[in-house]
Each structure stands twice: as structure tokens, then as C-alpha cells.
């Protein structure tokens, strides 16, 4: 497996961004990102304008956040060719994607942000609006804006970031365990910067949350290769969100060998006897194991293996050890034993 570490969820001038699309690339090239994802809002004019493709060592791909005028429900859309009319029914967005063979993840589940000055929620209001792909269910931004009850705490954290109580928002991993375990839906979770170039630059938002992928072959350089090797990898759950302002996370790994078959995250193994789930751990860190949304085991380490003797839904997280205090740092997507 090769593993790419991407940049996901990026707006420029195209939107409300404050850089270019140049401006963008170099900053990717100069943290050594290997992918990122644009997603400006309801326009895919970077697309148009011929902007996707390689820039250097970054791949560019152009996607879009659906943003409809009811300051609600984002929807981030990856892989399709035209941008899509928001509409205020976020089921209409949800199946707007599909129909180009996208996939879609719904943004910031419940974040909030203060807009000149005013505090703003931005959430997602019906998850029963179809089969969104999946989650993001890490948003760098919202670390900063959501986390802040005032307007002296979003100064403070716009200004030290790593005071700001980061991680997944409450209730997003019970969600996203939910429709894995309980509704049988295949749910990926993404971790996004949504970086405008405003809060901290982009060289600084894009070492804070990436979604690492791993893919069966190596990029070629070429657009259409490569797209099609990222695109599957997120739609399929093969990736894992790493939070790099923690501690950088590349290497990560968990899969589960059974019967013979090794399978990594986001795939499906049959259960036999002697099946074991391996975590390897670019640290060490608290490694704990969740089994249809219920801890399973956890131990500090920077490698584990477990027996497993039951059919469900794995997923593996890595909590760091910062300021004497356990801090969320790697989530990886689920494996399904079956
Ligand atoms: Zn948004
Ligand atoms: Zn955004």
C-alpha cells in the first residue's frame, strides 16, 4: 500500500478564500502535502478554468462545498464534474451528488463560527436527508471558531491555536458509530482544514488536519490516475484523518488479518478462527479499539494486536499524551468483519 497525505477542504478567491489557486499549490508544495481538495463555495469555476492536475509534487483536484443561504448544511462534494445549486433541502444536495457519481461528506456536523463578529451556527440539520457518503468529522477551523464562546477567546486561539480544546465535535463519532453499527451504512470519516487563508495562512492550516489515503499503486503524475486512486480511496474508507498539529501521524496503520486475508481500512473481512487486528502507531499513544461503537480494549503503545472472535464493525483511534492530558490525534475508518 502507498500512502498520500491529502489536504481536504481549501477555499480561495474563487470563494470567500484569501489566496489564489497559485497561492494555494505553493503553500501545499511547501508542507509537502501530496493532495488537496478545493472546495469552494457553489462554484467549481478552478475546474473550469483549467486549474486541476499536478502543480509541482501536489495534486490539485477541484471539488465543492454545497452551501445553501440557510446557514446549514455544508456538503462537501468530491469527484464530480459540475457545480451543483444549492438547494435549501440538503436531501435534494445529498442526491444531487450521487446522481454525478460523486461522493459527498457532510461538513462540520455542528460547528460554529463567528461572522463579523457574531456568533454563527452552521450545522447539519437532517441526517436522514439520503446516502451521504460521509463525515467530516474533524474540521481544523472549528477548533478555533466553534470553540470559542466569545470574541476574546476567538482572538486567543486564532492566536494559539494549540489553547484551543481541539478535536472531533461533541457527538459527531457517536453519530458517525451509529449509522455503521445500528443502520448497516458504510460511513467514511474525512478530516478537513477548511482553510481561507484568514485565520492563520495556508501553510499554517495545512499541517493541522490531514486525510492520509492509502492506495494499492503509486500515483503516475497523471490527473486522470491519480484522481481515480484518491477517489477511491475516500469513497471506500481507505484513508484515516491525522491530526499533524498534534504530532505527525503518517504511518498509521490497522488492518486485520483472517483466514489468510490481510485488510486494511475500509474493507471487509470474513471471520475465521485466528482472525487479529494489528494497529501500528507512528508513536506511542493511548490505541483503542471500538467495536460497533462500544470500547473494546485500550492500551498505550505504538503497536497492538488483538484476537477478534466476533462479526461487527472495528474502527481504531490514537489519543496523544500532551500538557498531562490525553488529546484526540488519529481516528482510522472503520473495518468491517463480517
Ligand atoms: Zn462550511
Ligand atoms: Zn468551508
Request: net charge negative.
Amino acid at each position: 500500500m502507498h500512502e498520500y497525505r491529502g489536504v481536504i477542504h481549501v477555499h480561495s478567491t474563487y470563494s470567500d478564500g484569501k489566496g489564489c489557486v497559485e497561492r494555494i499549490v505553493d503553500a501545499a508544495n511547501r508542507t509537502h502535502a501530496d493532495f488537496v481538495i478545493l472546495t469552494d463555495h457553489n462554484t467549481m469555476k478552478a475546474r473550469e478554468d483549467g486549474h486541476e492536475g499536478r502543480h509541482g509534487g501536489v495534486l490539485l483536484l477541484v471539488g465543492e462545498e454545497i452551501t445553501p443561504n440557510t446557514n446549514a448544511d455544508h456538503y462537501l462534494a468530491f469527484g464530480i464534474t459540475s457545480a451543483i445549486a444549492p438547494s435549501p433541502d440538503p436531501a435534494k444536495n445529498v442526491e444531487a451528488v450521487r446522481r454525478q457519481g460523486g461522493i459527498g461528506m457532510i461538513a462540520h456536523p455542528t460547528g460554529g463560527a463567528f461572522v463579523k463578529g457574531e456568533y454563527m451556527e452552521y450545522p447539519w440539520t437532517n441526517w436522514e436527508a439520503g446516502p451521504f457518503n460521509g463525515i467530516e468529522i474533524w474540521n481544523h477551523i472549528y477548533d478555533i471558531t466553534g470553540k470559542s464562546k466569545n470574541i476574546f477567546q476567538l482572538a486567543l486561539y486564532a492566536l494559539f491555536p494549540w489553547l484551543a480544546p481541539y478535536g472531533p465535535e461533541e457527538g459527531v463519532l457517536e453519530t458517525w458509530d451509529y449509522y455503521v453499527s445500528q443502520r448497516g451504512r458504510r460511513v467514511v470519516a474525512v478530516g478537513g482544514v477548511d482553510a481561507h487563508g484568514i485565520i492563520g495562512d495556508y501553510e499554517d492550516d495545512f499541517v493541522t488536519v490531514s486525510t492520509y489515503i492509502l492506495t494499492p499503486d503509486p500515483f503516475d503524475g497523471t490527473l486522470k490516475h491519480d484522481s481515480a486512486l484518491v477517489y477511491a480511496a475516500i469513497r471506500e474508507g481507505r484513508c484515516f484523518v491525522g491530526a499533524d498539529k498534534v504530532a505527525g501521524a503518517s504511518s498509521f496503520r490497522c488492518q486485520v488479518e483472517s483466514g489468510g486475508e490481510l485488510v486494511q481500512m475500509g474493507g471487509t473481512a470474513q471471520l475465521a478462527h485466528g482472525a487479529t487486528l494489528t494497529v501500528s502507531s507512528p508513536g506511542p499513544g493511548l490505541i483503542r479499539v471500538i467495536r460497533d461503537g462500544v470500547l473494546l480494549m485500550e492500551e498505550w503503545g505504538s503497536s497492538l494486536a488483538t484476537g477478534l472472535d466476533r462479526r461487527g464493525a472495528y474502527r481504531v483511534e490514537v489519543k496523544r499524551k500532551a500538557c498531562r492530558r490525553y488529546v484526540p490525534w488519529i481516528f482510522g475508518n472503520h473495518i468491517y468483519v463480517a
